[in-house]
């Protein structure tokens, strides 16, 4: 049983399900359009102003964004005016990425963007973590499961409150191999 996402609302335009899966799966398949979406997940951002916070050239964000607005991943808001008259198009985040399924190499992507963005907190020592050994009969991993789950789901589903704090959560449940192994012995 799989940790599954709850849904966001659903924003007009963009398909819950999609016409191609696969196509969605290669658009998440990058830990810089991970990255991107989580820029844009508060905020209407440019593509030059996305390529400053990630410290990168525009021209290659370029690519990355319209590969997102193609999946309906990111949506384009109205054109505005930018330095010197030039035309801007700031893009948010859909939430759509949030109800796609498990992928083949997605959980490799989640993990490396993971470890790029826990890279860049000043002070990780002060940030909340927790690594557990457990071993539970199936009855008691679908209990955690379902207790996580509806943890992870009722704080998806809240607003996000405008003087808050941006944060992050990662969360991975998977077999103890090197524990197994010694089992096996």
């Known amino acids: 049983m799989p940790l599954s996402p709850s849904s966001p609302p659903d924003v007009p335009g963009v398909p819950a399900v999609s016409d191609d899966p696969d196509a969605d799966a290669r658009a998440l398949a990058s830990s810089l359009r ?8 508060d905020e209407s951002l440019t593509n030059r102003e996305i390529a400053r916070r990630l410290d990168r050239n525009p021209a290659t964000v370029l690519h990355h964004v319209r590969t997102l607005v193609d999946r309906g991943f990111l949506v384009a808001g109205p054109v505005r005016r930018g330095a010197r008259g030039s035309r801007e198009v700031p893009y948010r985040a859909t939430g759509r990425s949030w109800r796609m399924p498990p992928a083949p190499g997605r959980a490799r992507v989640l993990v490396d963007t993971f470890l790029q963005e826990v890279a860049l907190v000043p002070d990780l020592d002060s940030s909340p973590m927790v690594r557990l050994g457990l071993r539970l009969d199936r009855a008691a991993y679908e209990e955690l499961v379902r ?19 941006p944060y992050s959560l990662f969360l991975s449940l998977h077999e103890d191999v090197q524990r197994r192994a010694a089992d096996d012995g």
Request: glycine share 4%; proline share 7%.
């Open 34 to 41: 991970l990255r991107i979406l989580r820029l844009c997940l």
């Open 147 to 165: 207790r996580v789950d509806a943890l992870v789901h009722e704080y998806a589903d809240r607003a996000p409150d405008p003087d808050g704090t």
